[in-house]
């Protein structure tokens, strides 16, 4: 018996079994006890594998420990970093609850309201944001009634101090993971400065729109003013000049007929010019003679050119049409101040306006003017002058020939309502070609 496993021995013992029962029993006893040692061996094991896994579990626990404790370093660091990053911002960057009361203000709104972050927390925005004008209100009461989803609005408001500023205000309903609206997310930005220049701006305009009315309101008045005298000054000038009078004064009489020609021809560019920039030039688009218009200006010109010494002559294409559809009173305009410069600028030899039929369909017709002359000629690094309002190519050409410059700006300003264009060519003392299609 003594052989046997404790726990056996003692079952047997408390059982009364004497040694010849055990013996008579030895096979069944001897079952049992190995039954108990292979427990014992099984809860050794089971043991061990108990301490092993303990071990295991506190090693675990222990880097857990640490992964939290970095975890929430690096966490804490983030978020002191991103405090930093906000609270460095210039504007301001808020959030709200449904109700509208501030959970959230970063330090940029201490610098913008005067108050600060700790008295408007928990509080109503819309205590801190007493607008100034009534049409420049907040008004985001539909937001906060889910019916928004974005609210922006720049309106003027008055801070703890009571000075007046602008201010550009943005926010955007916020939900929680479910969808439903928890709030609102924004910023506002300080536009003082630009809505002061914005309404400066719009201040000048008003007056350089008055000061441009007064000054159109002037040139209409006193281009009639100036118009009406001059006209009578030239018709007395050519009457004088038909009638009798003394040999010496024919130079005179000249000279008073050019002045007066001459001035009301800049009255009529100024005028012209006053239109275009206005955008007060309305282009007719209606049937004329093309024959009748040519004729016209080689009579006209033929004459002046006979009168200088040169010839002038149109070289007109067969392919185009005696007739056409547009604005014959503005394209005359545009090919007498062309012809008109060239006759100045031509002391000898031949100006030509030559017309050419480009290219044709049955609704319309591309037809090319180009005005050549053996003037003086334009260097090239000048030619772009001419276009310039009261710019001569020349210093000295408006003391030697006279003339404000405008003809080929108006020109040109007229062709680009047209749709056309005008360029120029030239070879400095020898020719000038001004082109337009």
Known sequence: ??????LLQRQIAKHGLDEHEVSRMESFFRSVDEAY??????????????????????????????DVEIKSNEILKTKQQLERVVNNVRNVIF?????????????AWEGLSGYTVAESMNKPFSNFLDCVDSDNCLDATDLFK????????????????????????SLRLTRDEGGNPDGTIGNIVDVTEIKESEIKLIQAQEKLKQAHAAKESFLSTMSHEIRTPLNGVIGLANILMME?????????????????????????????LNKIQDGKIELESIEFSFDTMLQGINRTFAYQAEEKGIR???????????????????????LTNLIGN?????????????????SETKEEITILFQVIDSGIGIKAENIHKIFERFVQAESTITRKYGGTGLDPTISKSLLGQMGSELKVSSTFGKEVISILQ
């Not at 018996?1 to 404790?6: G, I, L, T």
């Not at 002038?312 to 545009?334: A, H, T, Y």
């Open 342 to 358: 060239a006759m100045k600028f031509t002391k000898e030899g031949k100006i030509i306006l030559d017309v050419e039929n480009v």
């Open 1 to 6: 018996m003594n052989n046997f496993h404790r």
């Open 146 to 169: 889910n019916e928004l989803e974005h609210y922006q609005k720049v309106i003027q408001i008055k801070t703890k101090d009571g000075v007046k500023k602008w201010i550009d205000l």
């Open 37 to 66: 040692i292979s427990s014992d061996k099984d809860l050794r094991h089971l043991e061990n594998i108990l301490e092993r896994s303990s071990q295991e579990l506190y090693r675990a626990n222990q880097r857990l420990k640490l």
């Open 312 to 334: 002038f002559m149109v070289k007109r294409e067969d392919s185009v049409p005696s007739v056409l559809i547009g604005d014959s009173i503005r394209l005359l305009q545009v």
């Open 95 to 107: 959030q709200t609850n449904l109700k509208g009361e501030w959970i959230f203000l970063n330090f």
């Open 244 to 272: 009798e009078h003394l040999p010496n004064q024919i130079e005179n009489l000249n000279t008073l007929l050019f002045s007066a020609e001459h001035l009301l021809g800049l009255i009529n560019d100024l005028m012209d």
